[in-house]
């Protein structure tokens, strides 16, 4: 690698996860930008599990730029993957004990401070 342009590679590595780009944002209103990589990283997540194709399809029509999340959340085709999820997790959350769901709050806290720390690296 030429002198020089190891800084240029990280930082184009950094815009790409899962080999989509980054250069918009997922959420117009989300202004977190580790909210976003996370989001993304999650997206990418999908996009590489097979087991669920519909949910695959639409993570990577999502990262391709091809539909927003809101689109996404809306149309007809891909909108019973989020409700989908949404009552599966709902479910999930439920059923967790107040200390559980305590804990998962605290640990998602300080994921966040954790991604958020990195990033300033």
């Known amino acids: 690698m030429a002198e020089g342009t190891r800084g240029i590679v990280i930082a184009d590595a950094r815009r790409r996860i899962g080999g989509y780009a980054m250069d918009r944002p997922l959420l117009p209103n989300l202004r ?3 909210a976003d990589r996370l989001l993304r990283e999650s997206l990418a997540e999908q996009a590489r599990d097979d087991r669920d194709p519909l949910a695959r399809d639409m993570a990577r ?3 391709d ?3 927003t999340l809101y689109q996404a959340a809306a149309s007809s085709v891909y909108g ?3 409700a989908q999820r949404a009552d599966e997790h ?3 959350w439920h059923g967790l004990s107040e200390a559980e769901r305590e804990r998962l709050r605290v640990e998602g806290r300080e994921a966040m401070a954790a991604a958020r720390e990195e990033e300033q690296r």
Do not use: A, K, R
Request: hydrophobic share 45%.
């Open 90 to 92: 709902t479910n999930w």
């Open 32 to 34: 977190d930008p580790v």
């Open 65 to 67: 730029g091809n539909i």
């Open 80 to 82: 019973e993957v989020f």
């Open 61 to 63: 029509d999502v990262l």
